[in-house]
């Protein structure tokens, strides 16, 4: 299994690049919100990669993140939903919105993806609903992959990617991943955790974890 690609960019097409490493071009293929995040030709590059095996084709999937890794194994997981749905996905609404979209049950957002019926879309909430939470977990643990590239003199270049999206440090991965951890430490079921973390995050874009979590817990407050 080929897991991460580093090399240099040897060039761009509309859904994928090719990736030099050490004399050998990887096709990869990846998203439209992946490609504008890439360096330029002829750059060091590294990406996160899935490897479909098929009777009659090998291809690479590449990704900026392992989170976003991570929700394309699990689309793909899904009946009906093969690996060009999962990109369509996840080039439309970024692994963080496709995080939020399931955790919070908003099967028309997932549909807004090229390709998607309203059934796919459906079933894909439904079926990773609940694994959710531990992908929330991950994107606080995990950064971009590191590029490693090395010269014409064999000089080894050292290069971390910037996000292709400034988010808010409030409102990161890192820091709902840091909130939906002290709610399920505080004895919240992660589902139900996962799901007010996602909601606090989209109505409340410039709290800090601290205050993330209070929103949190108002939404888990019992009414009435």
Do not use: C
């Amino acid at each position: 299994m080929i897991g991460k690609i580093s090399g240099r960019l040897e060039y761009r097409s509309t859904d994928h690049v090719m990736v030099d490493v050490r004399g050998v071009g990887y096709l990869v293929f990846v998203t439209e919100r992946t490609l504008s995040s890439l360096p330029n030709v002829g750059e060091a590059v590294a990406l996160y990669t899935e490897l479909l095996v098929r009777e009659d084709v090998l291809q690479l999937f590449g990704f900026t993140s392992l989170v976003e890794k991570e929700w394309h194994r699990l689309l793909i997981s899904v009946q009906g939903v093969g690996a060009k749905a999962s990109m369509s996905i996840l080039g439309t609404l970024g692994a963080e919105g496709v995080g939020r979209a399931i955790t919070l049950g908003d099967w028309n957002a997932v549909k807004a993806a090229k390709g998607i019926g309203p059934k796919t879309a459906q079933r894909i909430v439904l079926e990773l609903k609940d694994k959710a939470p531990s992908v929330m977990a991950l994107a606080g643990t995990t950064s971009r992959p590191q590029t490693t590239a090395t010269t014409e003199e064999n000089e080894p270049i050292v290069e971390v990617i910037e996000p292709d999206v400034v988010v808010p440090a409030e409102t990161s991965a890192a820091a709902q991943s840091e909130a939906l951890s002290a709610l399920t430490n505080l004895g919240y079921n992660p589902s139900e955790a996962a799901q007010a973390v996602a909601r606090a995050a989209m109505e409340n874009a410039e709290v800090d974890t601290s205050g993330l979590i209070r929103a949190a817990l108002r939404l888990l407050a019992p009414k009435g």
